[in-house]
């Protein structure tokens, strides 16, 4: 839900920025996964924020291995 929520904040383009998501954006995706999980009690920090920064952390590994340099031939 959380990556669900991130890309309708990116397509809105109300959030989106060249590189990152604009100031403020944790506060609506708050209330947007509030919505959808009225029960999960998620707050933009420290909750979301950690969780975002896992997410990128497992995404660039994910993509180190799909098309870093030395892959092995894995792609």
Known sequence: MLVACMVELHDVGTFNANTRFKAGYLNKLERMLEKVLPHAMLKAKPNLESRIRIL????????????????????
């Not at 990128?56 to 792609?75: E, F, Q, T």
Request: net charge positive; aromatic share 10%; with cysteine.
């Open 56 to 75: 990128k952390k497992d995404w660039a590994i994910v993509y180190d291995m799909l098309r870093g340099k030395d892959n092995s031939g894995l792609c």
